[in-house]
C-alpha cells in the first residue's frame, strides 16, 4: 500500500540562516529513506550538508536527523573540506567557495558512500532593484523588480529566495535563460502567499545554481501546493538517497517595498 511521506531540507548555508522547505513526495516503501541536502557558496562562511530520513505525515518531528556520518567536500585543485557535526544531521565546516569551481560532495553514513558533484557557476549581478505594480481583478499587488544582463551563448538558472520583514527565509522561484539568452532581463519576483505593502523590508537572495540544482527545485516548484500525483524531485545521488547537491553563487539585496 502506498504511504505518503515527506522529507524536511534544512537549508541556506549561506551566513547561517536556516531555511526550512517541507516537499510532499509520494513514496511506494513505507521504508523511510535518507536524505543528502549539501550547499557551498562563494561566501566565507559555514558551508552545510545536512543529513536526515524521510518521516511520515503523522510524525509531530518533520525532521529525523542523521548522526556520525563522515562529509567530506572536494574541490577541482585538490582542496579537502571535511565537515563536522556541530548538531545532529547538520554537518559544517567555514571556507569560501570560487565561481567557475567544480565541487564533489562525499557522504560516508551507515556503511554506503554516497557522492554528487556541482560545477559554480559564474556571478550574474542585478544592476536594478525596485518595485513594481500591477492590476490583478483590480487591486493592486505589489512585486520586486529586478533587472540584470542574462550572459549569451551559455545557459543559466537561478534561484531566488527572500526574508519579508524578518520572517523565515523562503524560495520564491527558480527559472533559467531558455528565452531570454543574452537579453537585458527584467524579472518579477513575487510568490501566491505574500501580499506585500508599502514599508515591507525585502532581504532577496538571488542564487546562480547549476542545471541539476535547478532540474531539482523545477519540480519541486511544480508540486507544491502540491498536484493529484507528483513526482519525486531527481536526487544527485541516485536511487540510494534523496536530495541535491549545489555549488552556487550568491547575492544578497535589500529593498524597501515603495
Known amino acids: ?150 550572459p549569451a551563448g551559455v545557459g543559466n538558472y537561478y534561484r531566488y529566495l527572500w526574508s519579508v520583514n524578518g520572517s523565515p527565509v523562503t524560495m520564491v522561484r527558480v527559472t533559467n535563460d531558455k528565452f531570454n539568452d543574452g537579453k537585458y532581463v527584467n524579472e518579477d519576483v513575487t510568490d501566491f502567499e505574500t501580499e506585500l505593502v508599502a514599508g515591507d523590508s525585502i532581504f532577496l537572495w538571488m542564487q546562480c545554481v547549476d542545471k541539476q540544482v535547478f532540474d531539482f527545485w523545477n519540480v519541486v516548484q511544480a508540486n507544491n501546493p502540491g498536484t493529484a500525483a507528483p513526482a519525486n524531485p531527481p536526487s544527485a545521488f541516485g536511487e540510494g538517497a534523496l536530495g541535491y547537491f549545489s555549488a552556487q553563487a550568491v547575492a544578497e539585496y535589500f529593498i524597501t517595498v515603495q
Open 1 to 150: 500500500m502506498d504511504r505518503c511521506y515527506r522529507y524536511f531540507i534544512g537549508m541556506l548555508a549561506f551566513f547561517g540562516l536556516g531555511c526550512e522547505d517541507v516537499i510532499d513526495i509520494d513514496l511506494n516503501d513505507a521504508t523511510p529513506q535518507l536524505v543528502i541536502v549539501g550547499e557551498v557558496s562563494n561566501r566565507l562562511e559555514d558551508q552545510q550538508v545536512t543529513i536526515s530520513r524521510t518521516v511520515a505525515f503523522s510524525t509531530d518531528n518533520p525532521f529525523d536527523p542523521v548522526s556520525g556520518a563522515e562529509v567530506t567536500v572536494f574541490d577541482e585543485d585538490g582542496r579537502l573540506f571535511e565537515l563536522i557535526e556541530q548538531t545532529p544531521g547538520r554537518y559544517r565546516s567555514k571556507f569560501k567557495g570560487q565561481v567557475g569551481h567544480q565541487y564533489r560532495l562525499r557522504v560516508r553514513v551507515e556503511g554506503k558512500e554516497f557522492t554528487a558533484t556541482s560545477r559554480m557557476p559564474e556571478s550574474v549581478l542585478v544592476d536594478s532593484i525596485g518595485t513594481g505594480i500591477r492590476n490583478v481583478f483590480n487591486e493592486e499587488q505589489k512585486f520586486i523588480s529586478v533587472k540584470y544582463q542574462d
